[in-house]
């Protein structure tokens, strides 16, 4: 009977292997690297089939045959450009370069080629030849589009585990007092947006109309007096409304108008979400494929300038109208970094607000300023716009010509000739200038060997362009000089000792001036004359929130930052924080992963030296915070390797068994497979056997907590018995 059950159990234990190899397989195989080996491996059997049959029978070899074969050769490019991209496991280390260099690289050799093109070739001329050319640059741009949709996923996922964070972080009584008060703001919030974007949407089109209505007259109009009479007192009404809007509000005619727009709030609901979407699009996806992800300034420069560099070179040798295909995805990536831009100064004024709140809403956060992006992006953007009106002229897509020369309507004007364009729409530039309309006031107009519109074609197209100058670039302009200034009154308001801290980016600039002001010059070890600070024009960061001093310390890796703080610290009496505090703080409220990368290595530092000692407590409170994020399987493998050269190997399996199996275990698989694997590895120097007991108590009531890798399960429970059964 005993023999029986023995050979029962073994068979069972066999099944039991046999399926935990066959599910580690089965998830083998539907990993991405796998099924994107496989693509490449089909479609280079698919392309090598279609040349012997066109060897075999003989295809004559025509232009249009080879670009049909080239615009085929996508099915296996574009395997091979996913394949480089970011893994999904490793995400929160920011987009690595492979991919972009591969795909600006490709970006160059396409301009190149349009430039050959144009000048020798003349192939882009023909349908097939512009199909082949397109579906490659569509293929290149779509993995970096591809790689962005991935980031996105992953932002969004953090962020809602933040916002759970600080849902959860919230007081029960606190929630019960406020719950109806705040849903009743929220109403309001979401039905002032949605009447916002219906009447926005209404006046846009208004002006659209407009625009369109004036441009069809068969001269030029005239404005008669009692149209500037009605248009004065339009807005010398708009400007009473707005001095009485609060006195207004409350008269009983305003609070019944307010119960009449509500009708406008389901309509304008729907236009809101449009451009919510359209905005967080931008953000997210094409901001991504400029580049603005990574974390490295000049990765960041190189790939935007690039990019719109040979963008605007395809816009302008392509044959009209392809060439508007390049120009207006560079005019999107444009304004994808000032919508950027705009979300980190947002949260910039958010955090100001808020005093600096870890648990204020942030939609990006302001780890980086983009303005200097969003102005080299600009830059690209006012030369690829006359490019664009070229192109229109070129194609007579929109019924003929839009442009003919101010000394000579008959002449056609020679496409390629860049200054006419350039110095057309520069001086149309000048005119879109805010306020200053001095071309109109002093009757400044076009020379002879300039352009003019044809109306009513050109009158529209001018009108997108200075729409475009005003709304984006101008505004992009004002918005750089209003945060010049309010950097400046933030400086003063610390001088003033109102505020003792400033934003971040404010802060790391003044941070620089205030090393380079006080270190002393040729001293070993640097030494900083901290007295010197109240004598210059730096912030005296003698005086600087102690709290914000010891997160910069624990967060910079600068020997310089780390040297001044040191000697501010030691000015007061006092010591920075240990470094592992700050990442169980950064991990329980979801901020930024690469700042709590960065830390940990800073606190294994710390311990290593002697300043702090890790135990297996601060390794499970950071593992556990971190249970639901995305993308942090290296960090998360990171810390229970080190878990597992820690003190007693008890303490160490206690923490891997609650990481594996126990009611605060990690929610993705390969978490909890690395912490099995290392419960094995370490299980030798166990010597508690309660430890053991426990340990492997919880792994056998939960083998299906790992799913298709049970051989990782099976692994760690038969190294527990082992080491009982040798400890007697």
């Keep these: 009977m005993a023999d029986g059950a023995t050979g029962g159990s073994a068979v069972t234990r066999t099944s039991r292997n046999v399926g935990a190899r066959l599910r580690a397989l089965s998830a083998k195989l539907l990993s991405r690297t796998f099924l994107l080996t496989i693509w490449i491996i089909v479609a280079m059997a698919g392309l090598a089939l279609g040349a012997y049959f066109a060897i075999r029978y003989d295809i004559p070899t025509t232009q249009e045959s080879i670009a049909y074969a080239i615009a085929a050769t996508n099915v296996l490019?574009?395997?091979?450009?996913?394949?480089l991209a970011d893994p999904d496991?490793?995400?929160?280390?920011?987009?690595?370069?492979?991919?972009?260099?591969?795909?600006?690289?490709?970006?160059?050799?396409?301009?190149?080629?349009?430039?050959?093109?144009?000048?020798?070739?003349?192939?882009?001329?023909?349908?097939?030849?512009?199909?082949?050319?397109?579906?490659?640059?569509?293929?290149t741009l779509l993995a970096r589009a591809w790689n962005a949709i991935r980031f996105w996923r992953l932002k969004a996922e953090n962020h809602r585990a933040a916002e759970e964070a600080a849902r959860l972080g919230r007081a029960a009584d606190e929630l019960a007092n406020r719950h109806d008060d705040v849903d009743r703001k929220v109403s309001e919030y979401r039905a002032a947006e949605s009447v916002s974007a219906f009447?926005?949407?209404?006046?846009?089109?208004?002006?659209?109309?407009?625009?369109?209505?004036i441009g069809t007259f068969p001269s030029d109009p005239s404005l008669g007096a009692s149209l500037g009479v009605g248009i004065f007192l339009l807005v010398v009404t708009l400007f009473a409304i707005v001095l009485a809007i609060d006195w207004l509000a409350d008269t009983p005619l305003m609070r019944g108008a307010g119960l009449g727009v509500r009708i406008l709030v389901k309509p304008g609901a729907i236009f809101a979400a449009i451009y919510n979407a359209v905005d967080a699009t931008l953000v997210y996806a094409f901001g991504h494929v400029a580049g603005a992800d990574h974390l490295k300034p000049a990765s960041r420069y190189l790939i935007l300038g690039?990019?719109?560099?040979?963008?605007?070179v395809m816009g302008w040798y392509l044959p009209p109208p392809w060439g508007l295909v390049p120009i207006l995805i560079g005019l999107v990536l444009g304004l994808s970094v000032s919508r950027l831009w705009s979300w980190v100064e947002e949260d910039r004024n958010l955090a100001s607000i808020t005093q600096f709140s870890p648990s204020a809403p942030q939609r990006i956060g302001f780890r980086e300023d983009y303005r200097d992006e969003t102005l080299l992006g600009f830059i690209f953007v006012l030369a690829l716009i006359p490019i664009g009106i070229m192109q229109v002229h070129e194609s007579n897509l929109l019924g003929g010509p839009l442009f003919t020369y101010v000394s000579d309507p008959t002449k056609p004007i020679e496409g390629h000739n860049f200054f006419?364009?350039?110095?057309?729409?520069?001086?149309?530039?000048?005119?879109?200038?805010?306020?200053?309309?001095?071309?109109d006031i002093y009757h400044l107009g076009p020379?002879?060997?300039?352009?003019?519109?044809?109306?009513?074609?050109?009158?529209?197209?001018?009108?997108?362009?200075?729409?475009?100058?005003?709304?984006?670039?101008?505004?992009?302009?004002?918005?750089?000089?209003?945060?010049?200034?309010?950097?400046?009154?933030?400086?003063?308001?610390?001088?003033?000792?109102?505020?003792?801290?400033?934003?971040?980016?404010?802060?790391?600039?003044?941070?620089?001036?205030?090393?380079?002001?006080?270190?002393?010059?040729?001293?070993?070890?640097?030494?900083?004359?901290?007295?010197?600070?109240?004598?210059?024009?730096?912030?005296?960061?003698?005086?600087?929130?102690?709290?914000?001093?010891r997160e910069v310390?624990?967060?910079?890796?600068?020997?310089?930052?780390?040297?001044?703080?040191?000697?501010?610290?030691?000015?007061?009496?006092?010591?920075?924080?240990?470094?592992?505090?700050?990442?169980?703080?950064?991990?329980?409220?979801?901020?930024?992963?690469?700042?709590?990368?960065?830390?940990?290595?800073?606190?294994?530092?710390?311990?290593?030296?002697?300043?702090?000692?890790?135990?297996?407590?601060?390794l499970a409170s950071v593992l556990f915070?971190?249970?639901?994020?995305?993308?942090?399987?290296?960090?998360?493998?990171?810390?229970?390797?080190?878990?597992?050269?820690?003190?007693?190997?008890?303490?160490?399996?206690?923490?891997?068994?609650?990481?594996?199996?126990?009611?605060?275990?990690?929610?993705?698989?390969?978490?909890?497979?690395?912490?099995?694997?290392?419960?094995?590895?370490?299980?030798?120097?166990?010597?508690?056997?309660?430890?053991?007991?426990?340990?492997?108590?919880?792994?056998?009531?939960?083998?299906?907590?790992?799913?298709?890798?049970?051989?990782?399960?099976?692994?760690?429970?038969?190294?527990?018995?082992?080491?009982?059964?040798?400890?007697?």
Excluded at 77 to 83: D, E, K, S
Excluded at 420 to 439: H, Q
Excluded at 504 to 530: C, F, G, N, T
Excluded at 535 to 542: G, L, S, V
Aim: charged content about 20%.
């Design 625 to 728: 915070d971190l249970r639901n994020s995305t993308g942090m399987k290296d960090f998360k493998h990171e810390v229970i390797d080190y878990g597992a050269t820690l003190g007693s190997a008890d303490a160490g399996i206690d923490m891997l068994t609650t990481v594996a199996v126990g009611a605060g275990r990690d929610a993705f698989l390969y978490t909890r497979r690395k912490a099995a694997e290392t419960i094995a590895s370490i299980a030798p120097r166990a010597t508690n056997r309660d430890v053991l007991l426990t340990s492997l108590a919880e792994f056998e009531a939960r083998e299906d907590a790992f799913g298709a890798s049970r051989l990782a399960w099976r692994i760690a429970v038969d190294a527990l018995r082992k080491r009982l059964l040798e400890l007697g």
């Design 77 to 83: 490019l574009l395997p091979v450009l996913l394949i």
């Design 89 to 139: 496991s490793n995400l929160a280390k920011g987009p690595q370069l492979r991919l972009p260099v591969i795909t600006t690289t490709m970006l160059m050799a396409f301009s190149a080629f349009a430039v050959a093109d144009s000048y020798e070739f003349h192939l882009l001329a023909e349908p097939a030849a512009r199909l082949a050319f397109f579906s490659v640059l569509g293929t």
């Design 447 to 549: 020379g002879n060997d300039s352009i003019a519109p044809t109306r009513p074609l050109g009158m529209h197209a001018v009108f997108a362009a200075r729409v475009l100058v005003d709304l984006l670039l101008i505004a992009a302009l004002l918005q750089a000089m209003g945060i010049a200034s309010r950097n400046r009154q933030q400086k003063y308001l610390y001088a003033e000792g109102h505020i003792n801290r400033l934003d971040q980016l404010v802060e790391k600039q003044e941070l620089a001036r205030a090393i380079r002001a006080s270190l002393e010059p040729q001293s070993d070890p640097p030494h900083y004359a901290l007295a010197r600070l109240g004598k210059t024009n730096c912030i005296d960061f003698r005086r600087y929130s102690e709290a914000r001093l």
């Design 420 to 439: 006419v364009w350039l110095g057309y729409f520069g001086f149309e530039l000048a005119k879109a200038l805010p306020i200053v309309d001095w071309a």
């Design 553 to 618: 310390y624990l967060r910079s890796k600068r020997e310089d930052v780390r040297g001044f703080i040191t000697a501010l610290f030691n000015e007061r009496g006092v010591k920075p924080a240990p470094a592992m505090d700050l990442v169980q703080d950064i991990a329980a409220s979801h901020q930024s992963e690469l700042d709590l990368i960065r830390m940990f290595d800073e606190a294994k530092y710390e311990h290593s030296a002697g300043i702090y000692t890790i135990t297996h407590e601060d």
């Design 199 to 213: 009447v926005v949407t209404v006046v846009v089109a208004g002006i659209i109309g407009a625009a369109y209505w």
């Design 306 to 312: 690039v990019t719109l560099l040979c963008l605007g």
